[in-house]
Every structure is written in structure tokens, then in C-alpha cells.
Nanobody, 120 residues
Framework: QVQVVESGGGFVQPGGSLRLSCVAS????????TGWFRQDPGKMRELVAG???????EYVDSTKGRFTISRDKTKNTVVLQMNSLTPEDTATYFC??????????????WGQGTQVTVSS
């Protein structure tokens, strides 16, 4: 079973920066998709940024120009650099990693979430 662990959340003032990291562990053969999602209580979980199997990157409009997603397939890690944070970015952030395990079994694993709070 592939497990995903996030780190790097916290409290920051508006205009500040945070860096979220995510690492997947287990019998991983191939990574296809790596992404970050966020969710406020009572709201739907939404995509923040993602990288597909071909390396194509997408961002939700509200984060374009402020957030940068990157990944290292050799280390099974994905990082979200968040700059110019606003209170609207406050949410629980979840890492999502999809691929195949050794033996060919596909997986779609989520982390436990890390809280990001932006407030003055």
C-alpha cells in the first residue's frame, strides 16, 4: 500500500510564503499524477495544482503566478511553493499521488492533510 505524508503547513500573514512537501512511500513502480488539493469545511475539495504523466502542469486560476508545483519522480516527492498568500488561501491542503505499484496494481493515494492559515 502506498502512503502519502505531507508537511510544511502553518500560520502566515498575508503576503507571506509557505512551502508544502509531500512524499510517497511503498512499492511504487511509476508515478502518473501528482497534485495538491485544498478544502474548507463545508466546501468541495478543489484542485490547487497538478502535474500529469506527461509533465503538463495545471493551476487553479486563483493561484496562477503565485504558486509553483514541482516533483521529483526519483524521490517520489512533490512540492508546492506558495507565495503572496491571501486569507482566501486558508484551507486544509491535501497531496494526491497516482501511479502503479510494483506488480502493476494502480494506486490513488491521499495524504492526511496539512492546515494552511493566512491571517493578520
Amino acid at each position: 500500500q502506498v502512503q502519502v505524508v505531507e508537511s510544511g503547513g502553518g500560520f502566515v500573514q498575508p503576503g507571506g510564503s509557505l512551502r508544502l512537501s509531500c512524499v510517497a512511500s511503498g512499492s511504487i513502480s511509476t508515478l502518473y499524477y501528482t497534485g495538491w488539493f485544498r478544502q474548507d469545511p463545508g466546501k468541495m475539495r478543489e484542485l490547487v495544482a497538478g502535474i500529469d504523466g506527461s509533465g503538463r502542469i495545471e493551476y487553479v486560476d486563483s493561484t496562477k503566478g503565485r504558486f509553483t508545483i514541482s516533483r521529483d519522480k526519483t524521490k517520489n516527492t512533490v512540492v508546492l511553493q506558495m507565495n503572496s498568500l491571501t486569507p482566501e488561501d486558508t484551507a486544509t491542503y491535501f497531496c494526491n499521488i497516482r501511479g502503479t505499484e510494483v506488480g502493476g496494481l494502480p494506486f490513488n493515494s491521499w495524504g492526511q492533510g496539512t492546515q494552511v492559515t493566512v491571517s493578520s
